[in-house]
């Protein structure tokens, strides 16, 4: 084993981390400091500490991450309308480089010369942590458990913890679950079981945050959603902090039957997979950020952004939020959005938003121009004539040289 | 005015087409062919003739096209899954071409010199019909009358019709509504009235070709849709032609409350403006489309899709189906679709489409290599260190030299 | 006529604009001012102001812009190696938004409501132009003389002369020549004569501005340029403003029979066109921004940069500097130019422009990891193959499934 | 070591492919299959049939791919007027497919399961055969020898040979050189030795296939290009094959001192190198390709495939030929290509590549609407204020609400 020193561990207080906290000792001979995330998984972290204490860990950093989080991950993604191939919200995508910022940070602050995660070697959070991680610390060792150890069954795995005395029941905190999960402010997420058949429809227990459209009111909801430079800033003229917005839409949305997925995606380690997500407050804002932008964006600038999206959700899927080519997009993006600014009106029903109103000091919205009444000479219809007829002179001169059809 | 000899106009048997007939000739002195095509708009095409007749028309034209109108380019458009600015379904911009080859084609059996449009001079329509036409026809001439006559009012367009006598009653055949609509297999649309104002809610009675989601059916209705390469072939088992699939979707999709859209859009003319559409069965296929293509494409076909998509998407929104770049685009999404066939089984309900189910014999979804449980050697997770470390090699030797955040 | 009382009027002290003096008057009824910018084109400016005078200019502007051109117009552009049409290096493009700001500038300075240029009604710089007047000044009017008038030939202009009294040798300040010429430091470019014949030979005697490399000396001409921010600041060690680079570098280059290009272009307004261009000074600054690149930027932000680029040049290409699109693609660009600081070498020869050398305080090269001797341990050739069979696992499902040839 | 009992390499006759011979039998314990191919590389491949028996392999295929090699691989690249990071012509990276095929498609033939090649864990090279070979046989076994032995220093590969009775004097076939290089019908490359400082100047006697443009004759050499669906097929009226046409223009190329260049390049495995290569034929191609598509293709269409490009030259470059994401590219590309007809003239002089003529019957320069003369009436330029004032229309709605600079 090459000569790590001490490893900043990602460590959730649950059953994995805390048998790889042994692990590690035990293989590497060095000390772990364990870091701990308040991410809005909905569940406690101060938990942890006890746990950790009593795996003989000394440095123990356990922190409320929720405003960072949503500030700077969450709402940047967002102004871009970000959607993965079409559907997916990129949910567990856009927590990773936080995580690995601060693992590489603590690191920093506690001398540690490696990091270590839970993440399994078939998925996509391992490269996700991993390039944060040499991203901001070039020379960090890495290590991933999960891709060297032999304890890959359940049975191994207990086994394990008989033998290094780790109390079993540090796997009762999160309830027992068919499903791989993971979860934070903007969603939760549902992997494995039943779900390794795409043609098995999911079931309706596995769901945790959302009520389905069935079982939500009969009544529809209404919400104004006031938006400052493309990020919310009120609700219902309330305003909020980022991860209060992203709280009280998650639970209003929740209520309400929004935000349920299932797909099947295409994973950056090249294999596809199954998976299920409730994203409710994201669900919302991205409908209602595409509305208000609607009003307040120019055309060019926003199929500009249309035409980059798909890009820079792959980059955020892949991993590379710490990388030049996310820093060139985020630019780009943020540069249109000092104009969107003004307000939407949300109905959720059932599972739907809705977009019913959108408002704004900054509209390129003109009334005169648009309406199918007079408009006292502020379009001259004639002008149209010629646009065209430049527009189809390419396609003229071809046609006339016999293509065309 | 120009020397035109005969003219083919798009005539729907309603009042102003119904004014153009009298107008082309008045103006232009030449005969007039009328042609009026079924293209799923839910109004009987047939007594259009009568009308023609009345008008003094020799040459009617009258014509079936759904079955060419969804197999031709409602099913090639969806293969690309097609969205423009996020959201609209392009169900009037995909019309356009097949009415401007058919008025190009008409022209050239009837000896017709020019064509005629009774789109205005503010909309996208008029160049969607237009470059179609000077396309396929360089040198014919086209008429629109909006952008030439001083008809503006209803006021000057109803004493036009007393001075010529023309039955009023023609406006009839459209029930009175503040909308300008315009309908197809794929979607109703909606424009003007109280929509000008992007802040006011759409009054629910507006609404023709779905109910609420609030008066849908309270049990969900599962349909299955079988795809051959990325076109559907049958639905819960029983092979239909394209029409007939988008007739059934629609309807099924109507009755739960699906397709309802609400938006401001960016106009190839330069203005923004508010539209509302109806498009149930258009909103199922997206769905359904992305569902079978997950489980069917390759990763990185998937990603250039989409990453071509916004730009096809604007192709066919500006007008420039018959284009070589509109035929280059086409040819490499048609290219993808080979392997995109299976079965996607959906849940309707009060306005949600969701996917539960897909399958496919060409699936790439492989569960032994997916799958969270043992994969006995399918996949080596030790690949993924070298498969990140080479990743992030470039990230690495930038942080070493000082870059990074 | 429309209302207009006083128009700023590009001017260039030739002929045709000192007719269109006249017939503005002539014909509006309203005040000229006269802008004449020295742009590097090689001429002197301040004749303008007797002939101006001569024609009854109250209000005269003379300007010497050829440092703001080059330092916030050309090396912009040139941050983002951009090219139209694979050859174009946009010397008579890049011009036109800063005339179009000063034209702008002016009117409101002294109250005109009106602003006209020279431009004909076929070209691009018409709509680069007057895009770039409306982007500025939403409700100016403008004037394109040679889309209104009937001097459409040189006789009828001549004849208008007469008849104004204006004095014809004006015309003489340009030595005769066949063809249509723009010139400034970026450029000069010719069009018309026999280069209307695309399969013609440009005749030797139309260049200007550089020997032919027949012409150019035996020896080679060795130049080092350094770059800070991704714009030269110095050459030979010498540091320079932006136009005494530009212009330092058109000598060099000329005198070495560089930068000349003969092509057929695609117009904004539809037609094809041949173009013969002299580049000199851009020509080289391509090369060597690309080759200071090569060592400081990060791969994907490079390959981005690539991508965008052809969008970059059809947005500057077609006049839409001034434009939304383009601002958000220059903080894209910009942002990745604060590494690209160093030296380029480079060997000028009878119109090769050869990068011989290229060195960086901010270089990502590293010959320790790049070498083929013995690295040390600097990169694991095993970690290569973990890569390869990840990013091969889709294909090999796919392969397994029956797909692949 | 697993269980192989057959080998294909890909063997060029050198002494490193016949060390890996020896090496496959001593490790492996299993049969080699050799397989040499004439890719133009410049060396004759039949000698290393007695090399091969000599170090007792059975199965030795030779065969002359050259015309395969130029007209299945090297002309579909150029009609995309290919280039990777503005400089490179990929002439290594296009031959690494076909290589990859015949392996497969003779290790199908002789029922080997594996195959193995000469290249390096740094290169890119091993990532093009290997991910081919996934791609095309799933099961196959790659064997890397240089990521896998010791034999990592001249002195331990001499160590071996002598050991293995290995003749030494293999390695004469190739000229002594600093340089590791290789070579085929389209091009020369240069790596390693000086230039692994990149700012140290390539020296005069590392090119091979060039002479300088100074040793260049004095006088230009005029030739002209025929072409048919994007692919050259006659020099000066003369027919040819794909293959002779390169080699054709590699002579007249070399002679006249074209097609060399010097750049750092950004590998897919994470480095950046620096690299020399002789084009001389590609060079002359990239510029005549672009000639002919100037007058034959359509605007729209020429620039998507400018957008394209860098995506396709990436997937080239990084080794996915076999992908469905090439093939997408290249229908869309192709499908361009059927106007793509005429002949292009030339002038080539000491480095230079000069385009002074190009004709076509599928031209759409049209001389009547491009003219600077009367036009009689072909283009109205009044249509082009309506053009620009809807071009407008969404820049002047933003400066109208305080937008703009």
Redesign the interface.
């Known amino acids: 084993m090459s000569d790590v020193k001490k490893v900043v561990l990602a460590y959730s207080g649950g059953l994995d981390t805390s048998v790889i906290v042994q692990w590690l000792k035990d293989t590497y001979d060095c000390e772990v400091v364990t870091f701990t995330a308040d991410l809005g998984q909905g569940e406690e972290v101060e938990p942890a500490r006890a746990k950790a204490e009593a795996l003989g860990v000394n440095e123990i950093y356990i922190e409320d991450l929720r405003e960072t989080f949503v500030r700077d991950y969450v709402f940047p993604m967002f102004r871009a309308?970000t959607v993965y191939?079409?559907?997916y919200l990129l949910g567990t995508s856009i927590a990773r480089p936080l995580i690995a910022r601060r693992l590489i940070e603590i690191a920093n602050e506690t001398g540690a010369d490696a990091i270590a995660h839970g993440a399994?070697?078939?998925g996509n959070d391992?490269?996700r942590f991993?390039?944060g991680a040499?991203?901001?610390?070039?020379?960090v060792k890495v290590i991933?458990p999960?891709?060297e150890w032999d304890l890959?069954?359940r049975e191994k795995l207990m086994a394990y913890c008989e033998e290094r005395n780790i109390p079993v029941d540090f796997s009762t905190n999160k309830k027992k679950s068919p499903y791989?999960m993971d979860a934070n402010l903007l969603h939760i997420s549902y992997?494995?079981g039943n779900l390794?058949?795409?043609?098995?429809?999911?079931e309706e227990d596995m769901w945790r945050w959302s009520v389905s459209?069935?079982a939500a009111p009969?009544q529809?909801t209404y919400i104004e959603l006031t938006y400052e430079r493309g990020d919310i800033t009120a609700i219902d003229g309330q305003p909020m902090k980022a991860h209060e917005v992203l709280s009280h839409l998650n639970k209003v949305g929740g209520e309400n039957g929004i935000g349920?997925l299932?797909?099947?995606?295409?994973r950056y380690?090249?294999?596809?997979?199954?998976g299920c997500y409730e994203t409710p407050g994201g669900t919302i804002m991205l409908r209602a950020h595409?509305?208000i932008e609607?009003?307040t964006?120019?055309?060019?600038?926003?199929?500009?952004?249309?035409?980059l999206m798909?890009?820079y959700a792959?980059v955020i899927y892949n991993g590379?939020w710490?990388?030049?080519?996310r820093?060139?997009?985020q630019?780009?993006i943020d540069?249109?959005q000092d104009?969107v600014n003004g307000v939407v009106?949300l109905?959720l029903?059932?599972?739907?938003v809705?977009?019913?109103?959108?408002?704004s000091d900054?509209?390129?919205?003109?009334?005169s121009?648009?309406?199918?009444e007079?408009?006292a000479g502020a379009?001259?219809?004639?002008?149209?004539?010629?646009?065209?007829?430049?527009?189809?002179?390419?396609?003229?001169?071809?046609?006339?040289?016999g293509?065309?059809?």
């Open positions: 309308n191939e079409g559907e399994t070697g078939k391992q490269v991993e390039l040499y991203a901001l610390k070039p020379g991933a999960w891709r890959n069954s791989s992997e494995g390794e058949d795409p043609w098995e429809e999911a459209p069935e009969d529809p349920r299932d797909i099947v995606e295409n380690v090249g294999m596809k997979s199954r595409r509305a609607s009003i964006l120019d055309r060019e600038a926003a199929h500009l952004k249309d035409e798909p890009k792959k590379y710490w990388s030049p080519e820093e060139m997009l630019v780009a540069n249109t104009v009106r109905k029903y059932k599972g739907n809705t977009v019913v109103g959108r408002k900054d509209s390129l919205f003109d009334a121009i648009a309406t199918f007079d408009d379009y001259d219809q004639k002008d149209a004539e010629g646009f065209i007829k430049l527009n189809a002179l390419r396609l003229r001169i071809a046609a006339t040289k293509r065309g059809e």
